[in-house]
Structure formats: C-alpha cells, structure tokens
C-alpha cells in the first residue's frame, strides 16, 4: 500500500554498516515502488566505469526534480553516494518535494548528501505531505517567493510564523520557475547567465 513506510531495501545492501547506525530507515512505499522501476537503468549509466572513468576527474552530480521527481531525486542521490563512495560531488536541488522518508531516513539523507536544497514556495501544501510524525524531511530547507526573496535553513520560529501551506496552486512547476527567475533578476545574476 502506497502510505505505509517501506524499507530501504537495496540501499542496505551497499550501506549496512551505515545503517546499523541509523536503524529503521524508511521510505514511502509509492516513493520506493517509483523509484525501484526506474533506478536499475539509472544506475547502471550513471555508475558504467567508462562513463565516470572518462570525465577526467571524480564524478560530479547535479540532481533535481519537482514533486515527485524532487524525492526520487533523494533517492538516488544516497544510492549513487553508497556505490561511488566519498570520490562522488553530489549535489540536489528539488522544488515542491514531499517528504520522502522517516526520520532516520531523513538524517541518512542529510548526512551522505550535505549539499541539498529544497527549494518550497512559500504556501505549496504538497511540501508538507505526507505529514509528521512518520515523516521526515532531510536536506536544507530553501523558503522562496513570488516577488523574489529566497530564506535558506529558516530557525524555529520562522517557521512557526510562516504563512500556512495550503496552496496548491504554489505548487505547479511554472510557479517555481517563476520565483527562480524573479530570484535571479532581483540580484542580476540572470544577465550574467545569459552572458555564460
């Protein structure tokens, strides 16, 4: 069933000494059931000898996803990490993401992959789905909006304080397209990447 928490399977077979660390790891069935059908072929390129071998250098990954792209993004995020070890640079950016796990889950997450941000317009109510206390999120938090302000890792009370996130229509993927873009004009770093 897609809302009970699964176990991380496959992950414990390239990570069992760090899970021993961190025991209960859970993800979301329906997120682990996703990502499960797709991973093999991912995997199987992103970790080919020839591939990473011929880049000159470690293998750098920059992942993303929005929603549901965001937790599998996660999820491939940490088993990429296991396979390739420290020698691996990676980095996600997700946009509207779900929280993907249990708590442990969370802090495996955060621990292997310290270079994550998740990206939440301010009022995007799919950013707090599933709900607490089974899940957790991992990874630093990134509150975005409209009219171009960006808030990384926002204390306690910030986030006691925040507007409620209600809105599903803060979650469609031109809205985080647009606050990116709002974001980097309001600084001027959109002439200077269109110069690149």
Same mark, same amino acid.
């Given at each position: 069933?897609? $809302?009970?928490?699964?176990?991380?399977?496959?992950?414990?077979?390239?990570?069992?000494?760090?899970?021993?660390?961190?025991?209960?790891?859970?993800?979301?069935?329906?997120?682990?059931?996703?990502?499960?059908?797709?991973?093999?072929?991912?995997?199987? $390129?992103?970790t080919d000898p020839e591939i990473v071998g011929g880049l000159?250098?470690?293998?750098?990954?920059?992942? $993303?996803?929005?929603?549901?792209?965001?937790?599998?993004?996660?999820?491939?995020?940490?088993?990429?990490?296991?396979?390739?070890?420290?020698?691996?640079?990676?980095?996600?950016?997700?946009?509207?993401?779900?929280?993907?796990?249990?708590?442990?889950?969370?802090?495996?997450?955060?621990?292997?992959?310290?270079?994550?941000?998740?990206?939440?317009?301010?009022?995007?109510?799919?950013? $707090?789905?599933?709900?607490?206390?089974?899940?957790?999120?991992?990874?630093?938090e990134v509150i975005m909006d409209l009219v171009g302000n960006?808030?990384?890792?926002?204390?306690?009370?910030?986030?006691?304080?925040?507007?409620?996130?209600?809105?599903?229509?803060?979650?469609?993927?031109?809205?985080?397209?647009?606050?990116?873009?709002?974001?980097?004009?309001?600084?001027?770093?959109?002439?200077?990447?269109?110069?690149?």
């Amino acid at each position: 069933t897609d $809302t009970l928490l699964h176990p991380a399977e496959s992950l414990e077979k390239g990570a069992s000494a760090l899970l021993q660390l961190l025991e209960g790891v859970r993800v979301h069935a329906g997120f682990w059931q996703a990502y499960d059908s797709i991973s093999e072929v991912l995997l199987e $390129t992103l970790t080919d000898p020839e591939i990473v071998g011929g880049l000159g250098g470690p293998p750098e990954f920059v992942l $993303t996803g929005h929603s549901l792209g965001g937790a599998l993004a996660m999820l491939l995020a940490v088993e990429l990490q296991l396979r390739l070890g420290a020698e691996a640079t990676l980095s996600v950016y997700s946009f509207g993401q779900p929280r993907a796990g249990n708590r442990a889950w969370a802090q495996l997450y955060t621990a292997l992959v310290p270079a994550s941000f998740r990206c939440v317009l301010r009022n995007d109510v799919v950013s $707090t789905m599933p709900g607490p206390p089974f899940y957790a999120h991992g990874g630093q938090e990134v509150i975005m909006d409209l009219v171009g302000n960006v808030h990384c890792n926002p204390s306690f009370v910030e986030k006691v304080f925040r507007p409620p996130r209600n809105s599903l229509g803060d979650h469609a993927l031109g809205q985080y397209m647009l606050a990116v873009e709002t974001a980097l004009a309001m600084r001027g770093w959109d002439r200077a990447a269109r110069e690149l």
